[in-house]
T-cell receptor, first 114, second 115 residues
Framework: LAKTTQPISMDSYEGQEVNITCSHN???????ITWYQQFPSQGPRFIIQ???TKVTNEVASLFIPADRKSSTLSLPRVSLSDTAVYYC???????????????FGAGTQVVVTP | DAGVIQSPRHEVTEMGQEVTLRCKPI?????LFWYRQTMMRGLELLIY????????DSGMPEDRFSAKMPNASFSTLKIQPSEPRDSAVYFC?????????????FGPGTRLTVL
């Protein structure tokens, strides 16, 4: 499994863009990059997934460089409600027998203040 | 759909007692996962099922933990006997193989406190 490294915490002010970078140097050819978000007292929630280049949805954007050894989750114009822990996961999502091996790790605690 | 349902939401018990946590996955999902979350160890996968069959239980900490899935709409995680170090939030999640992004949908969790 590809090991991931992400910052333990990040602070931001409302309205700013938050970028969280995840390193995954030993990512495999078939691996996808997936991000989850966890609010306090709730279970994690899927945010976005990508394989290469850029993916955007209504919540975030995911930037993946050509070498795929890292990825950046971008949260545009954050609000107080974006305060959460963000997890980067790397693995072959197409193989259901590998799902159990995904490790959430410690994640990145993002704190948004007024 | 109501999402993944877990019960109870909170459980306080004394050391040595049996604890049973329950989970109802999203209808139609064929994968079910049990996770444990603590401050020290983060979010750990304990066991997961596919079509009611346990696939990987390597994350189950010890024999005191057991999980069953008697049918597609119900699963239990049992701890017997419970110990204070089992105090954690236990999450159940379900997923649909071949679904969009193979997303896992998590329940609200059960906060277990063992005194």
């Amino acid at each position: 499994l590809a090991k991931t490294t992400q910052p333990i915490s990040m602070d931001s002010y409302e309205g700013q863009e938050v970028n969280i970078t995840c390193s995954h140097n030993n990512i495999a050819t078939n691996d996808y990059i997936t991000w989850y978000q966890q609010f306090p007292s709730q279970g994690p929630r899927f945010i976005i997934q990508g394989y290469k280049t850029k993916v955007t949805n209504e919540v975030a954007s995911l930037f993946i460089p050509a070498d795929r050894k890292s990825s950046t989750l971008s949260l545009p114009r954050v609000s107080l409600s974006d305060t959460a822990v963000y997890y980067c996961l790397v693995g072959d999502m197409r193989r259901s027998d590998s799902w159990g091996k995904f490790q959430f790790g410690a994640g990145t605690q993002v704190v948004v203040t007024p | 759909d109501a999402g993944v349902i877990q019960s109870p939401r909170h459980e306080v018990t004394e050391m040595g007692q049996e604890v049973t946590l329950r989970c109802k996955p999203i209808s139609g999902h064929d994968y079910l996962f049990w996770y444990r979350q603590t401050m020290m160890r983060g979010l750990e996968l304990l066991i997961y099922f596919n079509n009611n069959v346990p696939i990987d239980d390597s994350g189950m900490p010890e024999d005191r933990f057991s999980a069953k899935m008697p049918n597609a709409s119900f699963s239990t995680l049992k701890i017997q006997p419970s110990e204070p170090r089992d105090s954690a939030v236990y999450f159940c999640a379900s997923s649909l193989s071949g679904g969009k992004d193979n997303e896992q949908f998590f329940g609200p969790g059960t906060r277990l406190t063992v005194l």
